[in-house]
Nanobody, 120 residues
């Protein structure tokens, strides 16, 4: 089992930055592909970003390309999401997820989420 805990969410003004962290326990993350998703009430969950187990390959949703960066530190068992140039439409609960195997990722473990609110 892998337990994932997100942190780093909060309230920020439009144009600002936040860095989310996803810390894992239970197992090492070094063999897992990791992803970030977000969701607002009454909308479907949206893919944000994903990263391979080694960190050599990444993928981003169209709405965040060029503004968000996913990274990982396997020694710390942690994945990050650097969010720059934030917009009000980035407001959501952000979840991290872990999946074994390669692309496309099948996610087996999910965190509880962290709220990000961007004010205009």
């Amino acid at each position: 089992q892998v337990q994932l805990v997100e942190s780093g969410g909060g309230l920020v003004q439009a144009g600002g930055s936040l860095r989310l962290s996803c810390a894992a326990s239970g197992r090492t993350l070094r063999y897992y592909y990791m992803g970030w998703f977000r969701q607002v009430p009454e909308k479907e969950r949206e893919f944000v970003a994903a990263i391979s187990s080694s960190g050599s390959s990444t993928s981003y949703g169209d709405s965040v390309k060029g503004r968000f960066t996913i990274s990982r530190d396997n020694a710390k068992n942690t994945v990050y999401l650097q969010m720059n140039s934030l917009k009000p439409e980035d407001t959501a609960v952000y979840y991290c997820a872990a999946g074994a195997g390669g692309w496309p990722i099948r996610y087996d473990y999910w965190g509880q989420g962290t709220q990000v609110t961007v004010s205009s």
